[in-house]
């Protein structure tokens, strides 16, 4: 079973804005010569910074609600 959890809409993005923040962070990191394990984290902090940290608040946001929804699942299936 596959269970698919959207960003609260309260702390999502827009497509375009998310999408304009990583290319930006990708050409960053290229710039920087950043390669392997340190891309990922460089990504992320670049991200959140280019959108003001919107895309940290979203991430918390999605990763509570996942919690919630997984704890609902795990009742419902408890006998």
Do not use: H, W
């Not at 609260?8 to 998310?18: D, K, M, T």
């Not at 940290?56 to 299936?77: M, P, Q, S």
């Amino acid at each position: 079973i596959l269970v698919v959890i959207p960003c609260p809409e309260e702390a999502a993005l827009s497509a375009g804005e998310v999408e304009g923040a990583v290319a930006s962070a990708l050409e960053d990191a290229r710039r920087e010569g950043l390669r392997g394990k340190a891309v990922t984290p460089f990504l992320l902090a670049r991200v959140a910074e280019l959108t003001g940290g919107r895309t940290l608040a979203a991430n918390l946001a999605l990763l509570r609600e996942n919690a919630r929804t997984a704890a609902l699942i795990a009742i419902a299936l408890s006998p």
